[in-house]
């Protein structure tokens, strides 16, 4: 399909560990977002990129997660020395232009730190 | 602080009848909305957006109404649908639609 893809759909990691969630975005799509859903909560809104570039990464929770988007189109969202609050749906969308909103969301990966 | 607040946990409907989806913010810097509907274990999907220089904006069944002074928006659906029952959330951005600030969402559930 030519949708957003995610991967993996489920990780489940021990307190302490790094893992590494991936997100292929549409195809020639220049803005690209990571948002996580807690349970029972709304969307919350992690950082967004322009191309390659993000210009701004105050959603990020703490030091411990970096994201990272190379050749404009694959973002890998990396979580450091996971503790069990960031156990949560990790949601990534893409869009074809760099305003408008997300448009296009990925089916997600459920973490779970335990 | 929640910014963007849908006081409703939850809505039922008749098929047929309309849907009314209410979402209430307060920041008044935020210049644009969106809705979306998700099923489970499935990503969120973009219904429809309103920008603040309108007070409606229609698709199809799905229409968005802004009322800027009451700081309050409201989604549509007619006629309803039992293929519309989902969680509904309302979004809104003061940066052009990019970092969303969700709201927690209603549970629609149209019965037939």
């Known amino acids: 399909g030519a949708g957003v893809s995610q991967s993996p759909s489920n990780k489940v990691t021990e307190k302490g560990k790094d893992v590494e969630l991936r997100c292929d975005p549409i195809?020639?799509?220049?803005?690209l977002y990571w948002y996580r859903q807690s349970l029972g909560q709304g969307l919350e809104f992690l950082i967004y990129?322009?191309?390659?570039?993000?210009?701004?990464k105050s959603g990020l929770p703490s030091d411990r997660f970096s994201a990272e988007r190379t050749g404009g189109s694959v973002s890998t969202l990396t979580i450091q020395r996971t503790q069990q609050e960031d156990s949560a749906v990790y949601l990534c969308?893409?869009?074809?232009?760099?305003?408008?909103?997300?448009?296009?969301f990925g089916p997600g990966t459920r973490l779970t730190v335990l | 602080d929640q910014q963007v607040k849908q006081n409703s946990p939850s809505l039922s409907v008749q098929e047929g009848r309309i849907s009314i989806l209410n979402c209430d913010y307060t920041n008044s810097m935020f210049d644009y909305f969106l809705w979306y509907k998700k099923y489970p274990a499935e990503g969120p999907t973009f219904l429809i957006s309103i920008s603040s220089i309108k007070d409606k904006n229609e698709d199809g069944r799905f229409t968005v109404f802004l009322n800027k002074s009451a700081k309050h928006l409201s989604l549509h659906i007619v006629p309803s649908q039992p293929g519309d029952s989902a969680v509904y959330f309302c979004?809104?951005?003061?940066?052009?639609?990019?970092?969303?600030?969700f709201g927690a969402g209603t549970i629609l559930r149209v019965k037939s």
């Open positions: 969308a893409s869009s074809p232009g760099i305003t408008g909103g997300a448009r296009f």
């Open positions: 979004a809104a951005s003061a940066e052009y639609g990019n970092k969303l600030v």
């Open positions: 195809s020639g799509h220049t803005a």
């Open positions: 990129f322009q191309g390659n570039s993000a210009p701004d």
